[in-house]
């Protein structure tokens, strides 16, 4: 058993200085008081009324295609363990928190652990447990006795709760939230013992009335009752949460309870409370149906920072022995209740291809010792994900019921171990690479890998190359230096855009270049410009040194800028952070040679519920415009159809970038537009992806396609802000029922006989025109990937606007069922 640590090294961030989650929060913070403001100058004005267009041209040369085919793991996903909600209930349907009754160490506990509302911690039951008690009640966490779940954890205690009571009526309670807006029907799981007649579990309101209880026998020996509670009706008091903004989510207030009266004991342990639609009984129906919505194509896990301290070998077997863990990167209680086969039973169950990174924590501190991760252990993982079950670890795969190998193929090592908020980091990438005395490198970890199963992949972790850049560390150039080419296949890069390091750095910023708060937003959008060549330069240095298929894997992408007091806030949660991630993907579009994989953070797993908390994270709502846009590209795939990137080049209306914190670097004349586009592989269809970064006015955009493609057919979609005040106040999302900061636009036209197709784009609008070349009408994607919300309208008409008389084809009316098989879908 491994020590304690000392309370004066009991977290990261107090021995590195601000951690990452007090720079997340910060964010967070800063942009709960975002409001739309006058700026103290407009630099980048084209016109002194902001309300003229500007104007951009886009042509697309289709004589320019890419070699490799542009692939559909752009659209993947991160799946990671924030705190505690993220996975339970977000993804994995647990309703309560802590259910085998671990009771964390104070030195771990700090100023609470996020939960769905403000509980003080009880000095016994363990968090966020509260009693019902009164005279005649006594209540103990009992660690000395036979409990029944919860494997042995060296930190805390892992018990259960007694209940004696005399001549009384007590027990326990802890307030939850439900999906009561989609199901009224919770399937209950619960061990009890004791010498009362009966323990009475209920659901009820916070104000106490009863909704569903049903009453179970107690015998001396634990039993496992497994009840159906169905409550009669909502609570009608819906849950409202986040940092961002407050919003009322899908899911109601309650609390479940577990009672008895008269003189004797009770005892509780292994709580389980699912959803009874819970998809395999397992999976929170919201997260599996916006996933199907959103064309999702692989799914990145356990992380992310928790990457670095996870131990696989919890989170196997049955549930009852698997042992529970402080997160120590984003605090909460991880019953490891979804572990390896539940990751990969969900990625089955939403047809997506796992992604499994292992951690580098192979010098852990004494009181983390059950946190190492050694290249054995890395290997044992491969193993008992991948081998046969005549062998060691694929026998123990089978005896926890999966006889048959997964064959997951993508694995990584490591996670932003350069970064000094992971534990485990070093900023010396040969250390990293290739081991040092103190530490193991990459490469024993790989080979290893490779020695169970040669037929995996395994990338290592990269530092972005602008911010490597800042840092005056060579880490990318290192690791393609140092490493065996057979012994790399990629690196794993990630782009947050954080903009300058505090407020007072943002007002020196505008100070000295003479520009206000949208100057700032748009240097911060438009930065994405400068991604692609970024990437592409990794790439052509991997061909260099010799690295056969080598590939980029843009694993966690997202903006979450420092802004001045009161500013607007470009996050996700707004339409200039969608144009963000429009100008993302279009760059990873424009690279299918070296980008392959690219994964956006929170999407769509942050439609979990948002815990109480005042910092971090922001609040989950699937309806943020990131999430639409990354459905918008995506659903262009849905069909299987094989894409080529061609060139494209855009002209007009423009701004320079300056010098903007570490991942934005000096750019003159960047337009405001930006663009991708793919032609399919048979030469006809063209799908064109368009974004513009303008703040303040739209852009008339006249798209240059072609003669061959003058006068077809164009399925136009288009994501816009619906707030009309300009410049863009970034209105954040406030349901989740159907969108309210952004318009979806669906209509068909035509190309010019010129072949040129004009449109507008609001500012921070994402457009994708898909072009038929030979069929005489619109070939109409049978999703906008758009999803509309809760109640939002699915399947309305899309708007015709062509012409008759056309010289390509005769089909004049409104397109319905496409002959790809897809079904005109559009958006009130």
């Given at each position: 058993m491994s020590s304690d640590p000392p309370h004066e090294e009991s977290t990261e961030s107090e021995r590195t200085g601000l951690s990452r989650r007090q720079y997340l929060a910060t964010q967070s913070l800063l942009a709960a008081g975002a409001v739309a403001g006058a700026g103290s100058g407009v630099a980048s004005a084209d016109d002194a009324d902001s309300r003229t267009p500007v104007r951009n041209t886009v042509s697309v040369d289709t004589d320019e295609r890419s070699e490799e085919t542009v692939p559909d793991t752009l659209f993947g996903r991160l799946n990671e363990h924030y705190g505690d909600a993220t996975i339970y209930p977000g993804v994995y349907s647990l309703h309560a928190m802590n259910p085998t009754f671990w009771r964390v160490p104070d030195y771990w506990f700090g100023d609470g652990i996020d939960t769905f509302y403000d509980v003080d911690r009880d000095d016994v039951l363990p968090y966020p447990w509260e009693r019902v008690a009164g005279d005649g009640v006594d209540v103990a966490h009992r660690t000395d006795g036979e409990h029944v779940a919860g494997g042995e954890t060296p930190h805390g205690a892992v018990g259960y709760p007694r209940i004696t009571l005399d001549d009384a009526s007590g027990g326990l309670k802890q307030r939850i939230v439900l999906p009561d807006q989609r199901t009224l029907g919770y399937d209950l799981g619960v061990s009890v013992r004791g010498s009362v007649d009966a323990v009475t579990v209920a659901i009820e309101t916070l104000d106490g009335d009863v909704l569903a209880a049903e009453r179970l026998g107690v015998e001396a020996e634990w039993t496992r009752h497994e009840p159906t509670l169905e409550l009669d009706e909502r609570s009608g008091d819906q849950y409202v949460g986040g940092a961002v903004a407050n919003v009322q989510t899908p899911y109601g207030q309650y609390a479940v309870t577990f009672t008895a009266e008269g003189t004797g004991h009770f005892d509780v342990d292994f709580v389980e409370l699912a959803a009874d639609d819970a998809v395999n009984g397992k999976f929170n129906p919201y997260t599996v149906e916006l996933l199907a919505e959103q064309n999702g194509t692989w799914l990145k896990w356990p992380g992310g920072n928790v990457t670095s301290q996870y131990n696989w070998r919890d989170g196997v077997g049955p549930l009852a022995e698997r042992t529970p863990r402080f997160n120590h990167a984003w605090q909460g209680m991880q019953p490891n209740f979804f572990g390896t086969a539940e990751y990969l039973e969900l990625c089955e169950v939403a047809d997506l291809t796992p992604e499994i990174t292992v951690g580098w924590w192979d010098n852990p501190p004494e009181w983390a010792a059950e946190r190492q991760i050694l290249p054995e252990d890395a290997a044992d993982w491969v193993a008992y994900v991948n081998a046969d079950a005549d062998t060691e670890m694929g026998s123990l795969r089978a005896d926890h019921g999966h006889p048959e190998p997964w064959g997951v193929e993508h694995w990584g090592v490591g996670n932003e171990v350069w970064?000094?908020?992971?534990?485990?980091?070093?900023?010396?990438?040969?250390?990293?690479?290739?081991?040092?005395?103190?530490?193991?490198?990459?490469?024993?970890?790989?080979?290893?890998?490779?020695?169970?199963?040669?037929?995996?992949?395994?990338?290592?972790?990269?530092?972005?190359?602008?911010?490597?850049?800042?840092?005056?560390?060579?880490?990318?150039?290192?690791?393609?230096?140092?490493?065996?080419?057979?012994?790399?296949?990629?690196?794993?890069?990630?782009?947050?855009?954080?903009?300058?390091?505090?407020?007072?750095?943002?007002?020196?910023?505008?100070?000295?270049?003479?520009?206000?708060?949208?100057?700032?937003?748009?240097?911060?959008?438009?930065?994405?410009?400068?991604?692609?060549?970024?990437?592409?330069?990794?790439?052509?240095?991997?061909?260099?040194?010799?690295?056969?298929?080598?590939?980029?894997?843009?694993?966690?992408?997202?903006?979450?800028?420092?802004?001045?007091?009161?500013?607007?806030?470009?996050?996700?949660?707004?339409?200039?952070?969608?144009?963000?991630?429009?100008?993302?993907?279009?760059?990873?579009?424009?690279?299918?040679?070296?980008?392959?994989?690219?994964?956006?953070?929170?999407?769509?797993?942050?439609?979990?519920?948002?815990?109480?908390?005042?910092?971090?994270?922001?609040?989950?709502?699937?309806?943020?415009?990131?999430?639409?846009?990354?459905?918008?590209?995506?659903?262009?795939f849905e069909e299987d159809t094989e894409w080529n990137s061609v060139g494209v080049a855009t002209t007009g209306a423009s701004r320079d970038l300056p010098d903007t914190g570490p991942r934005i670097e000096p750019m003159s004349d960047v337009p405001y537009v930006d663009a991708a586009a793919m032609q399919a592989r048979r030469g006809r269809e063209l799908a064109v992806f368009l974004t513009n970064r303008n703040l303040r006015t739209d852009s008339e955009v006249s798209v240059e396609l072609g003669e061959r493609y003058a006068d077809c057919a164009v399925e136009l979609v288009q994501l816009a802000p619906s707030a009309s005040e300009r410049p863009l106040p970034h209105a954040l999302p406030t349901s989740w029922d159907e969108p309210t900061n952004y318009t979806v636009e669906h209509v068909v036209r035509e190309v010019g006989s010129d072949g040129t197709f004009a449109l507008s784009l609001e500012p921070a609008s994402v457009a994708r025109l898909y072009v038929d070349g030979d069929r005489g009408r619109a070939d109409v994607i049978g999703d906008n990937g758009v999803w509309p919300g809760l109640d939002g309208v699915e399947d309305v008409p899309i708007e015709n606007e062509r012409k008759p008389g056309r010289r390509k084809g005769q089909d004049d009316s409104p397109p319905g069922k496409s002959e790809r098989g897809g079904r005109g879908k559009g958006q009130k």
């Amino acid at each position: 058993m491994s020590s304690d640590p000392p309370h004066e090294e009991s977290t990261e961030s107090e021995r590195t200085g601000l951690s990452r989650r007090q720079y997340l929060a910060t964010q967070s913070l800063l942009a709960a008081g975002a409001v739309a403001g006058a700026g103290s100058g407009v630099a980048s004005a084209d016109d002194a009324d902001s309300r003229t267009p500007v104007r951009n041209t886009v042509s697309v040369d289709t004589d320019e295609r890419s070699e490799e085919t542009v692939p559909d793991t752009l659209f993947g996903r991160l799946n990671e363990h924030y705190g505690d909600a993220t996975i339970y209930p977000g993804v994995y349907s647990l309703h309560a928190m802590n259910p085998t009754f671990w009771r964390v160490p104070d030195y771990w506990f700090g100023d609470g652990i996020d939960t769905f509302y403000d509980v003080d911690r009880d000095d016994v039951l363990p968090y966020p447990w509260e009693r019902v008690a009164g005279d005649g009640v006594d209540v103990a966490h009992r660690t000395d006795g036979e409990h029944v779940a919860g494997g042995e954890t060296p930190h805390g205690a892992v018990g259960y709760p007694r209940i004696t009571l005399d001549d009384a009526s007590g027990g326990l309670k802890q307030r939850i939230v439900l999906p009561d807006q989609r199901t009224l029907g919770y399937d209950l799981g619960v061990s009890v013992r004791g010498s009362v007649d009966a323990v009475t579990v209920a659901i009820e309101t916070l104000d106490g009335d009863v909704l569903a209880a049903e009453r179970l026998g107690v015998e001396a020996e634990w039993t496992r009752h497994e009840p159906t509670l169905e409550l009669d009706e909502r609570s009608g008091d819906q849950y409202v949460g986040g940092a961002v903004a407050n919003v009322q989510t899908p899911y109601g207030q309650y609390a479940v309870t577990f009672t008895a009266e008269g003189t004797g004991h009770f005892d509780v342990d292994f709580v389980e409370l699912a959803a009874d639609d819970a998809v395999n009984g397992k999976f929170n129906p919201y997260t599996v149906e916006l996933l199907a919505e959103q064309n999702g194509t692989w799914l990145k896990w356990p992380g992310g920072n928790v990457t670095s301290q996870y131990n696989w070998r919890d989170g196997v077997g049955p549930l009852a022995e698997r042992t529970p863990r402080f997160n120590h990167a984003w605090q909460g209680m991880q019953p490891n209740f979804f572990g390896t086969a539940e990751y990969l039973e969900l990625c089955e169950v939403a047809d997506l291809t796992p992604e499994i990174t292992v951690g580098w924590w192979d010098n852990p501190p004494e009181w983390a010792a059950e946190r190492q991760i050694l290249p054995e252990d890395a290997a044992d993982w491969v193993a008992y994900v991948n081998a046969d079950a005549d062998t060691e670890m694929g026998s123990l795969r089978a005896d926890h019921g999966h006889p048959e190998p997964w064959g997951v193929e993508h694995w990584g090592v490591g996670n932003e171990v350069w970064g000094d908020w992971q534990w485990g980091h070093t900023s010396d990438a040969g250390e990293y690479a290739t081991g040092s005395e103190e530490r193991i490198g990459f490469d024993a970890y790989s080979e290893a890998m490779r020695d169970v199963d040669d037929s995996i992949t395994v990338i290592a972790s990269g530092w972005d190359p602008a911010e490597a850049a800042h840092a005056d560390n060579p880490w990318n150039e290192t690791l393609l230096e140092e490493l065996d080419p057979d012994l790399l296949d990629g690196l794993n890069i990630h782009r947050y855009q954080w903009g300058l390091d505090d407020a007072d750095a943002v007002e020196s910023w505008k100070a000295e270049h003479d520009a206000d708060d949208w100057d700032y937003n748009e240097v911060m959008v438009m930065a994405a410009t400068q991604l692609g060549d970024q990437l592409a330069g990794l790439g052509d240095l991997a061909d260099e040194k010799g690295y056969d298929d080598f590939y980029l894997n843009l694993s966690e992408l997202g903006i979450f800028p420092t802004v001045a007091s009161g500013a607007p806030y470009p996050g996700p949660e707004t339409m200039p952070g969608a144009s963000y991630v429009a100008g993302a993907l279009n760059a990873a579009i424009r690279q299918p040679d070296t980008v392959e994989w690219v994964s956006q953070t929170w999407v769509p797993t942050k439609s979990w519920v948002p815990v109480k908390t005042t910092d971090y994270p922001p609040d989950p709502n699937p309806l943020r415009p990131d999430g639409s846009v990354t459905g918008l590209y995506s659903a262009v795939f849905e069909e299987d159809t094989e894409w080529n990137s061609v060139g494209v080049a855009t002209t007009g209306a423009s701004r320079d970038l300056p010098d903007t914190g570490p991942r934005i670097e000096p750019m003159s004349d960047v337009p405001y537009v930006d663009a991708a586009a793919m032609q399919a592989r048979r030469g006809r269809e063209l799908a064109v992806f368009l974004t513009n970064r303008n703040l303040r006015t739209d852009s008339e955009v006249s798209v240059e396609l072609g003669e061959r493609y003058a006068d077809c057919a164009v399925e136009l979609v288009q994501l816009a802000p619906s707030a009309s005040e300009r410049p863009l106040p970034h209105a954040l999302p406030t349901s989740w029922d159907e969108p309210t900061n952004y318009t979806v636009e669906h209509v068909v036209r035509e190309v010019g006989s010129d072949g040129t197709f004009a449109l507008s784009l609001e500012p921070a609008s994402v457009a994708r025109l898909y072009v038929d070349g030979d069929r005489g009408r619109a070939d109409v994607i049978g999703d906008n990937g758009v999803w509309p919300g809760l109640d939002g309208v699915e399947d309305v008409p899309i708007e015709n606007e062509r012409k008759p008389g056309r010289r390509k084809g005769q089909d004049d009316s409104p397109p319905g069922k496409s002959e790809r098989g897809g079904r005109g879908k559009g958006q009130k």
